[in-house]
């Protein structure tokens, strides 16, 4: 099991500091504009958003992936080149 994790760049970060953080980077609006979801849109804030992505697995993707094209995590695999 310890494995499957090891290759998940998202380990250890909490879906609310997910939103902590992007909101912090980014702001609601282009959250809204990168992610079209309503709690993003209308009043949006950390605790209405955590109770709709957690209930909605199609949105709470969106928004990981938004965090990791956000903050570059995307592992430490490179890819492989050869020396002509």
Request: proline share 5%; net charge positive; with cysteine.
């Amino acid at each position: 099991m310890a494995d499957t994790q090891a290759n998940n760049p998202l380990h250890g970060i909490t879906l609310e500091q997910m939103l902590i953080r992007l909101e912090q980077k980014l702001g609601w609006e282009a959250m809204s504009r990168a992610v079209e979801i309503r709690c993003f849109t209308h009043e949006p804030s950390i605790k209405s958003s955590l109770k709709f992505l957690r209930r909605t697995p199609w949105a709470r993707e969106k928004v990981e992936q938004l965090y990791l094209s956000t903050f570059h995590i995307w592992g430490k695999a490179t890819p492989n080149r050869t020396a002509d």
